[in-house]
């Protein structure tokens, strides 16, 4: 089992900077993690994971330069950090994880993540 807890995130006008980190606890080992996020009235995407095993970073092309996803071993925490927001990053964020001994997912699909945060509000106004 793994328990995903989600901090930072809240407010920030256009062009702002804001981070989310989510702390992983628990009897289970998370193996990858990622972030993800849905605004309303839309699907929950995937925005970018980690691999913690192996190393290597991705993130989706809609926020490539402008978010960065990485890891802090002594705290165990993944964060992602947000640089030059638009309303459209506007969004619930989730933090998602997958434990050992299964492998981070090629694709970041919502079905191949096994634990999950809460959530955490991000609202970017123009």
């Known amino acids: 089992q793994v328990h995903l807890v989600e901090s930072g995130g809240g407010s920030v006008q256009a062009g702002g900077s804001l981070r989310v980190s989510c702390a992983a606890s628990?009897?289970?080992?998370?193996?990858?993690m990622a972030w993800f996020r849905q605004a309303p009235g839309k699907e929950r995407e995937g925005v970018a994971k980690?691999?913690?095993?192996?190393?290597?970073?991705y993130i989706i092309d809609s926020v490539k330069g402008r978010f960065t996803i990485s890891e802090d071993n002594t705290e165990n925490l993944v964060t992602l950090q947000m640089t030059n927001m638009k309303p459209e990053d506007t969004a619930m964020y989730y933090c998602?994880?997958?434990?050992?001994?299964?492998?981070?997912?090629?694709?970041?699909?919502?079905?191949?993540?096994?634990?999950w945060g809460q959530g955490i509000q991000v609202t970017v106004s123009s």
């Open positions: 628990g009897t289970g080992t998370a193996a990858c």
């Open positions: 998602a994880a997958v434990a050992v001994p299964d492998s981070c997912p090629y694709l970041l699909r919502r079905d191949d993540f096994a634990y």
């Open positions: 980690i691999n913690l095993i192996r190393g290597g970073t």
